[in-house]
């Protein structure tokens, strides 16, 4: 069994050095990755299971202090749906990085690259570092759309990552995240209806 890396499967300080490297060192990062032996476990633990908590529980916190604004009301969600729908968003974000990894290995023949289910999974999981990373602007709602810009430094993380691990060559390179992108986004709604319709009841039936 290979050995796992150790700033994979390390304590907090290797996390935050691997943020770190993919954030502002993408380019000499991304060799690194691939060279990494891992499995799905490594990348999954603690990595994947730290960072796709910090926007759960920004938002949980910021709403229950901010409150969230609906029908030009703005107060906080009861706290228990508020729970639960962190929970949800948690758990489908973790699933969301799995299938969003199948996707990039299924489609990789189409561009000239090679199928490879953990290189595939490691491009799904540290290019949402960024995204994940910008969850952190929950804790004050204002602040969101700074999440957000986050998230499209996301874009360009896989665009460079997607070359390196899938093997796809350069010129095919754009095409080959657009699509993941257009699953991604389509994703990310999915997830996002979910929440929502577990959410909008309980804020319905406070406005009434």
Not at 124 to 138: E, K, L
Not at 150 to 159: D, E, K, N
């Amino acid at each position: 069994m290979a050995d796992v890396p150790p700033n994979i499967s390390g304590p907090a300080s290797g996390i935050v050095q691997r943020v770190k490297d993919i954030l502002l060192k993408p380019k000499e990062t991304w060799p690194v990755i691939a060279a990494e032996p891992a499995t799905t476990q490594s990348i999954y633990v603690p990595y994947v299971v730290v960072l796709a908590a910090i926007g759960p529980i920004a938002q949980f916190i910021g709403g229950q202090v901010f409150g969230f604004t609906a029908f030009g009301v703005t107060y906080p969600p009861p706290i228990g749906t508020a729970l639960g729908s962190a929970v949800l968003s948690y758990g489908l974000s973790l699933a969301m990085v799995f299938v969003l990894a199948l996707v990039i290995d299924g489609l990789a023949p189409n561009f000239g690259g090679q199928k490879d289910q953990v290189q595939a999974l490691k491009v799904a999981a540290y290019s949402a570092t960024a995204g994940w990373v910008g969850g952190i602007f929950g804790l004050i709602p204002a602040l969101g759309l700074i999440g957000m810009l986050f998230a499209l430094y996301g874009l360009y993380l896989l665009y460079l990552g997607l070359p390196v691990l899938m093997k796809v060559p350069l010129d095919k390179a754009l095409g080959y995240t657009a699509v993941v992108v257009i699953v991604a986004i389509v994703l990310i709604f999915i997830v996002s209806a979910i929440v929502a319709s577990l959410t909008a009841p309980s804020l319905l039936s406070i406005r009434g």
